[in-house]
């Protein structure tokens, strides 16, 4: 029960720091640049499309997978709160706030700093996966490759994705700086934060 709660409010922390990226709007990660620029296309809440977009990377894991299991639903209930939770802190907390350039780089480098701790420590409760990650799991291992290279081949196919898609539909560019900056200090905060989080929940047990 404690590692539950712990997870809910993780899953806060990762759903909170991805709402900032959003609404400081200088750029996301590519996972999220997908949701993002199909919310410039269509005006579609971010969380919604977030939520959808989810939604069809557990089903392309119950499609490799061949059988159904208890894993893809946790996945499309966090999948449920994290929408819930972004549309309500982009649209409600922070809708009727303009950010000045230098504020965006702010609310920026917060949003990844509480995200990547987030993930984290999810990665450290070892209670449950976000849906991309389970995908790249379960094509690594339908196809026995690396996960951390199909991890990456994932980032080049939404990268070319997003980018084709915002040039298509002469909409904005859901990859600019801020996906940069992820790229530079998303990693090694995670890294230390699930290192560390590891080392304490060991200790515990």
Do not use: W
Not at 49 to 78: D, E, R, W
């Amino acid at each position: 029960m404690k590692r539950f709660l712990l997870f809910i409010l993780t899953l806060m922390m990762v759903s909170i720091g991805d709402s900032l990226c959003f609404k400081a709007n200088i750029g996301v990660s590519p996972y999220e640049a997908l949701a993002l620029t199909f919310n410039y296309m269509s005006h579609i809440k971010v969380g919604t499309l977030t939520l959808l977009v989810n939604a069809c990377m557990i089903l392309f894991q119950i499609t490799l997978s061949k059988q159904f299991k208890i894993k893809y639903v946790l996945q499309f209930l966090m999948s449920l709160f994290f929408g819930l939770v972004v549309n309500a802190i982009v649209y409600q907390v922070l809708g009727g706030i303009t950010l000045q350039y230098y504020q965006s780089l702010i609310i920026e480098i917060i949003g990844l700093c509480f995200s990547a701790s987030g993930c984290g420590l999810l990665v450290a409760l070892n209670v449950c996966v976000f849906p991309c990650e389970g995908f790249a799991l379960t094509f690594s291992e339908t196809f026995k490759v690396d996960f951390q290279k199909a991890r990456q081949v994932m980032d080049i196919i939404l990268v070319i994705t997003c980018i084709s898609l915002s040039l298509s539909f002469q909409c904005g560019f859901a990859l600019r700086e801020g996906t940069i900056m992820a790229a530079c200090i998303f990693s090694p905060i995670m890294g230390f934060v699930q290192r560390s989080a590891t080392k304490g929940l060991s200790l515990q047990n």
